[in-house]
């Protein structure tokens, strides 16, 4: 079983930022594409941002472009989320996949999973 730890959540006022981080302990993730989900309360777990193993190509949600970063340092076994200039709308548990393929499709169901970490943002 893969187990995937994220961290870096917290409570920020709107226009603030937090970086999430990523890790596999005890796993080297070069190999898989790495994504980033939020779930709000009442709503369905959506799709932030992601990116290729190789981590040339990444991906963003409409709602996020211009505001989050993904980036991954494979030598730390790390991924990240820069988010700046954050809304309201963007309080939610925030989850790490890892995705075998390494294509980090938005689209696709993403092997394993992190237990979340809560951002809010109070306006």
């Known amino acids: 079983q893969v187990r995937l730890v994220e961290s870096g959540g917290g409570v920020v006022q709107a226009g603030g930022s937090l970086r999430l981080s990523c890790t596999i302990p005890?796993?080297?993730?070069?190999?898989?594409?790495m994504g980033w989900f939020r779930q709000a309360p009442g709503r369905a777990r959506e799709f932030v941002s992601s990116?290729?193993?190789?981590?040339?190509?990444?991906y963003y949600a409409d709602s996020v472009k211009g505001r989050f970063t993904i980036s991954k340092d494979n030598g730390k076994n790390t991924v990240y989320l820069q988010m700046n200039s954050l809304k309201p709308e963007d309080t939610a548990v925030y989850f790490c996949?890892?995705?075998?393929?390494?294509?980090?499709?938005?689209?696709?169901?993403?092997?394993?999973w992190g237990q979340g970490t809560q951002v809010t943002v109070s306006s």
């Open positions: 005890g796993r080297t993730f070069s190999s898989y594409g």
């Open positions: 996949a890892a995705d075998k393929t390494g294509w980090a499709n938005p689209h696709y169901e993403y092997d394993y």
């Open positions: 990116i290729t193993w190789t981590g040339d190509k990444t």
